[in-house]
């Protein structure tokens, strides 16, 4: 059974920083494409980073520099480690994947930049 596990997600002031992390269960996160999305209320849900089986990453322009997607496969774990936060990166972060064309979600960890 598929399930991934969000936590790490706090209220924090703008210019810290917060470590998200993503359990996953069920499959080997090094074989798959993993996401990290957030969501603002009433907006779409936007990626924010990824990272692709060989280890390579891509961001959203909104983050570049500033956030890092990572993996511990020993701990079948993706992290997001998110620095010099702003207001405007509040939203609940999501941890994601695709297996066999079925989309698989976290629950979510709410992120709140605010002073």
């Known amino acids: 059974q598929v399930q991934l596990v969000e936590s790490g997600g706090e209220l924090v002031q703008p210019g810290g920083s917060l470590r998200l992390s993503c359990a996953a269960s069920g499959f080997a996160i090094s074989s798959y494409i993993m996401n990290w999305y957030r969501q603002d209320p009433g907006k779409q849900r936007d990626v924010v980073a990824r990272i692709f089986s060989p280890g390579n990453t891509v961001y959203a322009d909104s983050v570049k520099g500033r956030f890092t997607i990572s993996r511990d496969n020993t701990k079948n774990t993706v992290y997001l480690q998110m620095n010099s936060l702003k207001p405007e990166d509040t939203a609940v972060y999501y941890c994601?994947?695709?297996?066999?064309?079925?989309?698989?979600w976290g629950q979510g960890t709410q992120v709140t930049v605010s002073s």
């Open positions: 994601h994947t695709i297996m066999a064309g079925t989309n698989y």
